[in-house]
């Protein structure tokens, strides 16, 4: 693969690692310089793998749509109308996004969904997410997918933590974020009635296994029709 990796930072300097043995990797802190432009149109890329900014989507988008371009997006920290953009790029050309590659994450999320459909209605339900002190949003976009898994069924009310002393009066989703440290990527979801609990957790040791789980995505978006794929997709296939 001729792959174009958006972001220079700690995760597209991991995943430019992890690719250049094996492929031809150019790689670019976002897309908004002018110098790029012509650079960026005169080669030829397979797909593009973004882990850099928010702020970045619409060039991403832009150009995407322009070359015709698969992408794999792993930034996280968008808001619903940017993600209506991601949605929208998807009727284009094929896109997968994902809040997590990592291949354990994928199939918690689907532990949580099925566990929340059998003993949400009877149990609470909460969420701790761990990250490092420089991760810029919170909650998390793993912790969101987490949520929205479990929600599924349930359609309670999500909560980010308390801020005072708290008695559910309706059936509610809390998720707790902590920023600390080097923590690479922590969640768990609790599942408590009042004499059983329930703990699903997945915890990161490495960025790698997120870069390793971007390339799987990329390797397998290849080829697929115009669309908006998950890492479900990925794992799943259904």
Same mark, same amino acid.
């Given at each position: 693969?001729?792959?174009? *990796?958006?972001?220079?930072?700690?995760?597209?300097? *991991?995943i430019?690692?992890?690719?250049?043995?094996?492929?031809?990797?150019?790689?670019?802190?976002? %897309?908004?310089?002018?110098?790029?432009?012509?650079?960026?149109?005169?080669?030829?890329?397979?797909?593009?793998?973004?882990?850099?900014?928010? &702020?970045?989507?619409?060039s991403?988008?832009?150009?995407?749509?322009?070359?015709?371009?698969?992408?794999?997006?792993?930034?996280t920290?968008?808001?619903?109308?940017?993600?209506? %953009?991601?949605? &929208?790029?998807? /009727? /284009?050309?094929?896109?997968?996004?994902?809040?997590?590659?990592?291949?354990?994450?994928?199939?918690?999320?689907?532990?949580?969904r099925?566990?929340?459909?059998? %003993?949400?209605?009877?149990?609470?339900?909460?969420?701790?997410?761990?990250?490092?002190?420089? /991760?810029? &949003?919170?909650?998390?976009?793993? +912790?969101?997918?987490?949520?929205?898994?479990?929600?599924?069924?349930?359609?309670?009310?999500?909560?980010?933590?308390?801020?005072?002393?708290?008695? &559910?009066?309706? $059936?509610?989703?809390?998720?707790?974020s *902590?920023?600390?440290?080097?923590?690479?990527?922590?969640?768990?979801?609790?599942?408590?009635? +009042?004499?059983?609990?329930?703990?699903?957790?997945?915890?990161?040791?490495? $960025?790698?296994?997120?870069?390793?789980?971007?390339?799987?995505?990329?390797?397998?978006?290849?080829?697929?029709?115009?669309? %908006?794929?998950?890492?479900?997709? *990925?794992?799943?296939?259904?």
């Amino acid at each position: 693969m001729n792959i174009l *990796v958006v972001g220079n930072g700690k995760m597209g300097t *991991v995943i430019y690692n992890e690719l250049s043995q094996n492929n031809s990797v150019t790689i670019v802190p976002d %897309l908004n310089c002018p110098l790029l432009k012509g650079f960026l149109t005169e080669n030829s890329f397979d797909i593009m793998l973004d882990f850099s900014h928010p &702020d970045g989507i619409e060039s991403i988008a832009n150009f995407s749509r322009a070359e015709n371009l698969p992408a794999v997006i792993g930034t996280t920290g968008y808001s619903d109308k940017q993600f209506e %953009l991601i949605g &929208d790029l998807g /009727k /284009k050309v094929p896109i997968l996004y994902s809040g997590n590659y990592s291949l354990g994450v994928i199939l918690m999320e689907r532990l949580v969904r099925e566990t929340a459909r059998i %003993l949400g209605a009877d149990f609470d339900i909460e969420i701790i997410e761990k990250h490092h002190q420089h /991760k810029l &949003d919170a909650p998390s976009g793993t +912790a969101k997918m987490l949520v929205k898994a479990a929600n599924e069924h349930l359609g309670s009310n999500v909560t980010y933590g308390y801020e005072s002393e708290c008695i &559910d009066e309706e $059936k509610e989703i809390a998720i707790h974020s *902590v920023r600390a440290g080097s923590i690479v990527g922590e969640h768990e979801i609790l599942f408590a009635s +009042a004499d059983e609990v329930l703990s699903i957790k997945h915890e990161a040791l490495s $960025k790698s296994i997120f870069a390793r789980g971007a390339i799987k995505a990329s390797e397998w978006l290849i080829g697929q029709e115009i669309g %908006l794929y998950s890492m479900e997709d *990925v794992l799943f296939g259904d």
